[in-house]
């Protein structure tokens, strides 16, 4: 049972088109946090978000959490070739030892 | 400011073998998780450990799996007899701890199991 979902699970858009990622879960989490991973490499956090209903802005993406802090969205504003990769949300578990991370959306920006 | 730091980056063994995994943590973090990630699967949690205190291991495989995190020294994530079931990428992350819960993860050791 996976407790995120992610989707789309894959998305190609050309550069500059706007796109958002969505996070969705049956169960409330305190804590939910965005990475993204290139090939090779480990996750690097994009943001965290805690509070229901919080917006947080970094340069073009925008995350929200949802105000029952079951669901969770990153858009991303002019995408380009930059932006491309996996894309993973991750909810603290209730005992807060660990995260359980979505199944992840592999994003591809064409130039 | 050194992240999070892994190594080796990569790991080749045959059947039966040991694969040791090392993972030094982000300066200042006491608090060491390690995830897998089987190739097209998510990261999936096997343990979380403090200064030589195992918190949760409830993600650990019941046998041949153990992980460490002594008072000096990185962490250890020690699989004995592998298998080529155990290939996969093997991520540590840190945290500062006591209600700061925001994971940073190192670039990984990809264990390939001939």
């Known amino acids: 049972t996976q407790l995120l979902e992610q989707s789309p699970q894959f998305l190609s858009i050309q550069e500059g088109e706007n796109l958002t990622v969505y996070c969705n879960s049956s169960?409330?989490?305190?804590?939910l946090q965005w990475y993204r991973q290139e090939p090779g490499e480990g996750p690097v956090l994009l943001v965290t978000?805690?509070?229901?209903?919080e917006v947080k802005k970094l340069k073009r993406l925008t995350f929200q959490f949802g105000d029952a802090r079951k669901d969770s969205s990153l858009h991303i504003t002019a995408a380009q070739p930059g932006d491309t990769g996996l894309y993973l949300c991750?909810?603290?578990?209730?005992?807060?030892?660990?995260?359980?991370f979505g199944t992840g959306t592999s994003l591809t920006v064409i130039p | 400011n050194a992240g999070v730091m892994q190594n080796p980056r990569h790991l080749v063994r045959r059947r039966g073998q040991e694969a040791r995994l090392r993972c030094s943590p982000m300066?200042?973090?006491?608090?060491v998780y390690w995830y897998r990630q089987l190739p097209e699967e998510g990261l999936k949690f096997m343990v979380y450990?403090?200064?030589?205190?195992?918190?949760?291991e409830s993600g650990m495989p019941k046998e041949r799996f153990s992980a460490e995190f002594p008072k000096e020294g990185p962490s250890i994530l020690r699989i004995q007899q592998v298998v080529r079931g155990d290939s996969a990428a093997y991520f540590c992350?840190?945290?500062?701890?006591?209600?700061?819960?925001?994971?940073?993860f190192g670039p990984g050791t990809r264990l390939l199991v001939l």
């Open positions: 992350a840190s945290s500062l701890g006591q209600g700061q819960k925001t994971q940073y």
């Open positions: 169960s409330v989490f305190s804590s």
């Open positions: 978000v805690v509070t229901g209903g």
């Open positions: 991750a909810g603290l578990s209730p005992s807060g030892n660990q995260f359980y």
């Open positions: 300066k200042g973090h006491s608090h």
């Open positions: 450990l403090q200064k030589e205190n195992i918190i949760d």
